[in-house]
């Protein structure tokens, strides 16, 4: 009997897995929506009556669950790096000209792609089956949301038959459909809930929304564009993503195989005004090298693949009216107008709000009162102010002149030295800046303190709790609860959230102390170049000027910053407090050029040096981390459990292999 119930069980199982792949990728549906809900309630009934044949890929678990819970990171097998950006014909043609010339001349054939604005999604499958889903997050890590890509329709749990590798990583897109994105808003609206504004940030809020039941119900899509594996089908690009596309993952169908730089014409002038139809949002295209063994041989900058670029589609523009000006304080105490506009709709989103920049800018486009301004969106993303139609002024208009004082403070305000932005000096009393400080260092790449955003960081400073970071470590449950609306597990959660944060280590505490002229890529160099804090204090201007991408400018910020007592104090407080002010691997005493130039690959389970310490190590010494091997491969440092594939290719061009000893050794020497 039993064997009876599992087969009629599996059988359900493999036909509606069918009918969604038809109906969700191929859009040809063989049967009705109620036919498909018959079978659905009967498998739904069967596995509720034998629940020792439960399958989590079973599609009765597509409908998602009520269950909170939070998302852990997942450290990619390849870094999800960005694209470089063209805007004309002749950018793509040098970067089809650059890459024949690092093929020697070599030609190529071009793929040509449409450029989905969704959020980034990595999923991996084993044995056929689904394992996990990665957002991109920052390109090396990001979060595991397995539980809601599985809801997704048009993602198969179990690819169909075919010949995939045992274990492969595909790459794409997930998407909100316009129709979806416009009705998710008017339910909103309806529910005076702040709207989306694109239906690409509408998808990354879907993905990381804590129930996959809600996630299930807004209908997200997705569409994939890159095939990651050791043992590929095919050597190239455009028959991996068919390939794909018949084991049952979503491909785009517009994908074409271009062999001349008029086709490319061609193929950017037809789907600039074609992508206007499509039922998803696309704010580019791609275009890539086609053949695998070129773009292994073109390989990588430190940020983007040298074989592949996208094209962003020139800004549409409109005209609108100039309500108002408002003027924001930053964390570092810049002034930012910003253009209040009549609603606009743009790129189909409407825009309310363009930044002015700064007083420069305002004086250059010589805008007054009540103009009508053109708005375009660079890159299709943020409001931009590029004109003034002077034909519709007002005759009573006059000029908007920048403010003098801070409209936060009242401190008079001050214009920094060969830079067009104007400051409010009052940084330690200034509400805005004190809070904008508190919301940076608590941020996600920063110290990633859960539960505090914008409107809780400004909270905390009115409410008298912290008046600057370093009074987050000294804050209790009880002292939270004083807040409004702030309950008893909320503030247990922040509590916890700073707890946590004593194990974020030293390069992201260094971006997190809002440094001026600091960005994340700085503060991990100069994280690795010090080695620890007490390292970093004590460098001079000429040591840090001389650090590769920080220079006088920094150099000075970087001292003016240490030099202030206050912030000496603060340090001091979050050293106490525990904060990881050193490196696990330290810079300083393994910074050489021994390894200048190689290219290192690693594979494998490491006893002494996590994966991470030991590419840090690497760039620490000169060399360069690369994904696969290659005939340009120095060596591989290998680790337990080295991957058979890797093992074998690496013997096959006689790549010489080394183990973390011999390494050690290495760079020790």
Same mark, same amino acid.
């Given at each position: 009997?039993?064997?009876?119930?599992? @087969?009629?069980? =599996?059988?359900?199982?493999?036909?509606?897995?069918?009918?969604?792949?038809?109906?969700?990728?191929? /859009?040809?549906?063989?049967?009705?929506?109620?036919?498909?809900?018959?079978?659905?309630?009967?498998?739904?009934?069967? @596995?509720?009556?034998?629940?020792?044949?439960?399958?989590?890929?079973?599609?009765?678990?597509? !409908?998602?669950?009520?269950?909170?819970?939070?998302?852990?990171?997942?450290?990619?097998?390849?870094?999800?790096?960005? +694209?470089? /950006?063209?805007?004309?014909? &002749?950018?793509?043609?040098?970067?089809?000209?650059?890459?024949?010339?690092? +093929?020697?001349? =070599?030609?190529?054939?071009?793929?040509?792609? +449409?450029?989905?604005?969704? *959020?980034?999604?990595?999923?991996?499958?084993?044995?056929?089956r689904l394992v996990r889903a990665v957002t991109r997050g920052d390109g090396t890590q990001g979060d595991d949301v397995t539980n809601n890509i599985v809801t997704i329709r048009s993602i198969p749990l179990q690819l169909n038959p075919g010949n995939w590798p045992d274990k492969f990583e595909v790459r794409g897109e997930v998407l909100l459909p316009w129709a979806n994105f416009e009705q998710l808003?008017?339910?909103?609206?309806?529910?005076? =809930?702040?709207?989306?504004?694109?239906?690409?940030?509408?998808?990354?809020?879907?993905?990381?929304?804590?129930?996959?039941?809600?996630?299930?119900?807004?209908?997200?899509?997705?569409?994939?564009?890159?095939?990651?594996?050791?043992?590929?089908?095919?050597?190239?690009?455009?028959? /991996?993503?068919? $390939?794909?596309?018949?084991?049952?993952?979503?491909?785009?169908?517009q994908m074409t195989v271009l062999h001349s730089i008029d086709e490319v014409h061609r193929f950017i002038t037809y789907w600039d005004v074609e992508r206007k139809k499509l039922p998803v949002a696309t704010d580019g295209l791609v275009f890539k090298i086609n053949d695998l063994a070129q773009q292994q041989e073109l390989g990588f900058t430190a940020k983007s693949p040298r074989w592949a670029i996208a094209y962003k589609f020139a800004p549409e523009r409109e005209c609108t009216k100039l309500q108002s000006v408002s003027w924001e304080v930053g964390r570092t105490g810049v002034i930012t107008p910003v253009?209040?506009?009549?609603?606009?709709?743009?790129?189909? #989103?409407?825009? %309310?709000?363009?930044?002015?920049?700064?007083?420069?800018?305002?004086?250059?486009?010589?805008?007054?009162?009540?103009?009508?301004?053109? !708005?375009?969106?660079?890159?299709?993303?943020?409001?931009?102010?590029?004109? !003034?139609?002077?034909?519709?002024?007002?005759?009573? $208009? !006059?000029?908007? %002149?920048?403010? *003098?004082?801070?409209?936060?403070?009242? #401190?008079?305000?001050?214009?920094? @030295?060969?830079?067009?932005?104007?400051?409010?000096?009052?940084?330690?009393?200034?509400?805005?800046?004190?809070?904008?400080?508190?919301?940076?260092?608590?941020?996600?790449?920063?110290?990633?303190?859960?539960?505090?955003? @914008?409107?809780?960081?400004?909270?905390?400073?009115?409410?008298?709790?912290? &008046?600057?970071?370093?009074?987050?470590?000294?804050?209790?449950? &009880?002292? +939270?609860?004083?807040?409004?609306?702030?309950?008893?597990?909320?503030?247990?959660?922040?509590?916890?959230?700073?707890?946590?944060?004593?194990?974020?280590?030293?390069?992201?505490?260094?971006?997190?102390?809002?440094?001026? /002229?600091?960005?994340?890529? #700085?503060?991990?160099?100069?994280?690795?170049?010090?080695?620890?804090?007490?390292n970093l204090m004590a460098m001079k201007a000429e040591d840090l000027a001389s650090i590769n991408e920080v220079g006088p400018i920094i150099a000075d910020s970087i001292i003016e910053y240490f030099a202030d007592e206050l912030n000496q104090e603060i340090i001091r407080r979050l050293k106490d407090a525990g904060v990881q002010f050193e490196s696990k691997v330290s810079q300083s005493s393994n910074l050489s050029n021994k390894l200048d130039g190689k290219k290192i690959v690693i594979s494998g389970v490491f006893a002494k040096h996590s994966r991470d310490e030991y590419k840090m190590l690497i760039e620490h010494n000169g060399g360069k981390n690369v994904g696969s091997i290659s005939k340009n491969t120095d060596f591989v440092l290998a680790g337990e459990n080295m991957g058979p594939a890797k093992l074998e290719k690496a013997n096959a061009l006689g790549i010489k292999i080394i183990n973390e000893d011999e390494f050690l050794a290495m760079i020790s020497d």
């Amino acid at each position: 009997m039993d064997g009876n119930v599992k @087969e009629q069980i =599996e059988q359900l199982r493999r036909v509606l897995n069918e009918h969604n792949y038809n109906y969700y990728v191929l /859009n040809s549906p063989t049967i009705s929506d109620k036919e498909f809900d018959v079978m659905l309630r009967k498998l739904q009934d069967l @596995e509720a009556a034998h629940p020792e044949f439960y399958d989590p890929y079973s599609p009765t678990q597509r !409908v998602g669950s009520d269950i909170t819970q939070g998302f852990k990171q997942v450290v990619h097998e390849r870094p999800m790096l960005s +694209l470089g /950006n063209s805007y004309s014909i &002749e950018e793509v043609e040098d970067f089809l000209r650059r890459a024949q010339n690092g +093929l020697g001349g =070599e030609k190529s054939e071009i793929v040509g792609e +449409l450029k989905f604005d969704g *959020t980034s999604i990595s999923l991996t499958y084993e044995h056929g089956r689904l394992v996990r889903a990665v957002t991109r997050g920052d390109g090396t890590q990001g979060d595991d949301v397995t539980n809601n890509i599985v809801t997704i329709r048009s993602i198969p749990l179990q690819l169909n038959p075919g010949n995939w590798p045992d274990k492969f990583e595909v790459r794409g897109e997930v998407l909100l459909p316009w129709a979806n994105f416009e009705q998710l808003n008017r339910e909103r609206q309806f529910n005076e =809930e702040p709207l989306f504004a694109n239906p690409r940030n509408a998808a990354a809020g879907t993905l990381k929304l804590q129930k996959s039941s809600e996630v299930a119900r807004r209908g997200l899509d997705a569409v994939f564009y890159f095939l990651l594996g050791e043992s590929l089908p095919y050597p190239d690009h455009y028959r /991996n993503m068919k $390939a794909v596309g018949e084991w049952g993952l979503k491909v785009s169908p517009q994908m074409t195989v271009l062999h001349s730089i008029d086709e490319v014409h061609r193929f950017i002038t037809y789907w600039d005004v074609e992508r206007k139809k499509l039922p998803v949002a696309t704010d580019g295209l791609v275009f890539k090298i086609n053949d695998l063994a070129q773009q292994q041989e073109l390989g990588f900058t430190a940020k983007s693949p040298r074989w592949a670029i996208a094209y962003k589609f020139a800004p549409e523009r409109e005209c609108t009216k100039l309500q108002s000006v408002s003027w924001e304080v930053g964390r570092t105490g810049v002034i930012t107008p910003v253009a209040n506009l009549s609603p606009v709709l743009l790129s189909g #989103t409407i825009v %309310k709000r363009a930044s002015l920049h700064n007083a420069d800018i305002i004086e250059s486009l010589d805008i007054h009162t009540g103009d009508m301004l053109y !708005v375009e969106k660079g890159g299709e993303i943020i409001p931009k102010i590029v004109g !003034v139609n002077n034909k519709m002024r007002q005759s009573d $208009a !006059v000029p908007v %002149k920048f403010v *003098t004082h801070c409209p936060a403070c009242g #401190t008079p305000l001050v214009r920094i @030295e060969g830079e067009a932005a104007w400051v409010c000096p009052n940084k330690y009393h200034c509400p805005p800046q004190i809070a904008g400080r508190i919301e940076h260092f608590v941020g996600r790449h920063m110290m990633d303190i859960d539960g505090i955003g @914008e409107e809780m960081a400004k909270d905390l400073y009115d409410y008298g709790l912290v &008046e600057n970071i370093a009074d987050l470590y000294d804050l209790r449950v &009880e002292d +939270l609860l004083m807040i409004d609306r702030l309950g008893i597990k909320s503030a247990e959660r922040i509590v916890n959230g700073i707890k946590k944060s004593l194990e974020v280590p030293y390069e992201k505490v260094v971006f997190a102390l809002s440094i001026p /002229n600091v960005g994340e890529t #700085t503060a991990k160099i100069l994280a690795r170049a010090s080695g620890s804090i007490d390292n970093l204090m004590a460098m001079k201007a000429e040591d840090l000027a001389s650090i590769n991408e920080v220079g006088p400018i920094i150099a000075d910020s970087i001292i003016e910053y240490f030099a202030d007592e206050l912030n000496q104090e603060i340090i001091r407080r979050l050293k106490d407090a525990g904060v990881q002010f050193e490196s696990k691997v330290s810079q300083s005493s393994n910074l050489s050029n021994k390894l200048d130039g190689k290219k290192i690959v690693i594979s494998g389970v490491f006893a002494k040096h996590s994966r991470d310490e030991y590419k840090m190590l690497i760039e620490h010494n000169g060399g360069k981390n690369v994904g696969s091997i290659s005939k340009n491969t120095d060596f591989v440092l290998a680790g337990e459990n080295m991957g058979p594939a890797k093992l074998e290719k690496a013997n096959a061009l006689g790549i010489k292999i080394i183990n973390e000893d011999e390494f050690l050794a290495m760079i020790s020497d």
